[in-house]
């Protein structure tokens, strides 16, 4: 005995592919041949699935023409240009906004005109976006390093 | 690999050599040609930027399949659905004639397998794919997609049976 038991087609149907694929252990095997001796009903179980793999065994992808991934190369290097672009622009902004922003804080901390609890306000918002923009940028590199597959986009 | 992160052609050897798998399982979660290939797109930039960092100890296609997955499912839920052709075909015969249908048959077969097949769901048509269009065995589908075998087996059971009866196969069978 395998101490399985007989086969039972309505706990155990994916067997039934299995069984078709060949990508069942023998015990597995001869427990459905058992059953599919006795079974009429599962014996034109089994026949659809193998009519089934029949058919789309004939079938497959089609590749694309060779032009069409010559047009795919050149897109890939494309955009791989435009995203070195993007980045560029975006570091170059950043610089240039923390250069402004710095101006203009320290113009406004200078001048006499604003009272010193106007000051010190300016003071709080600035350290407080500072504080909140490295704590972002802190999260983001901590789950970079804990993520597996971090160079997967999400 | 690292090396080719910085070698244009060195790169495009060693994708060209999965593209035509990449394409299959981008094509099997977006459904259309366009979108799979805009999906491959996004995932050749991906590769290209992360290689430097790719553990040369770990196998390249699995991590390849991860980004491919990924771009798709960003593609899928991002852009409009485009329909387009089937990009099923007949494997032929070399009497030229689809085996084992006739061809008007065949066309209106491959049509209604392609919509059965996007008509379930994502998890039993990626293990379809595997199976069928990649000719993967069970525990390599386990293994690449990081499932039990027992859950790759249910999932292509339950894929035929959707395909059967979605792509109305009943009276060929």
């Given amino acids: ?154 | 690999m690292r090396f080719l992160a910085g070698d244009g052609e060195g790169f495009e050897r060693l994708m060209t050599r999965y593209r035509q798998r990449a394409y299959g399982i981008a094509l099997s979660l977006t459904g259309n040609h366009d979108d799979a290939m805009d999906a491959m797109q996004k995932a050749f930039i991906r590769v290209h930027r992360s290689l430097p960092k790719f553990r040369i100890d770990d196998p390249f296609f699995p991590w390849l399949y991860r980004i491919v997955r990924n771009a798709a499912h960003n593609q899928r839920r991002d852009e409009k659905r485009h329909k387009g052709e089937v990009p099923l075909e007949w494997v032929r015969k070399s009497d030229g004639r689809p085996d084992p249908l006739s061809e008007t048959v065949a066309d209106d077969l491959r049509e209604r397998i392609w919509n059965g097949l996007q008509e379930m769901p994502e998890e039993m048509r990626v293990v379809f794919h595997h199976y069928h269009f990649e000719g993967l065995k069970y525990r390599e589908i386990a293994d690449l997609m990081d499932l039990p075998i027992g859950t790759v087996m249910s999932r292509l059971h339950a894929a035929r049976l959707k395909l059967r009866q979605a792509a109305d196969l009943e009276e060929l069978l």
Avoid at chain 1, 56 to 82: C, D, H, L, Q
């Fill in chain 1, 1 to 154: 005995m395998n101490g399985k038991g007989p086969f039972d087609p309505r706990k155990e149907a994916p067997l039934l592919s299995a069984y078709v694929d060949g990508e069942l252990e023998t015990v597995d095997v001869d427990r459905i041949e058992a059953h599919l001796a006795e079974n009429e009903q599962t014996r034109r179980e089994v026949r659809e699935l193998r009519r089934l793999k029949d058919i789309t065994g004939v079938m497959r992808i089609k590749e694309p023409p060779p032009e069409e991934w010559e047009v795919f190369w050149k897109s890939v290097y494309n955009r791989a240009e435009r995203s070195l672009g993007w980045i560029l622009l975006c570091v170059g902004l950043v610089a240039i906004g923390a250069w402004g922003i710095t101006e203009i804080l320290s113009a406004m901390l200078e001048t006499e005109a604003l009272p010193l609890y106007v000051k010190g306000g300016i003071f709080v918002l600035a350290a407080g976006a500072l504080v909140l923009m490295i704590s972002a940028i802190r999260e983001r590199v901590y789950k970079r390093k804990q993520t597996r597959y971090k160079d997967v986009i999400r």
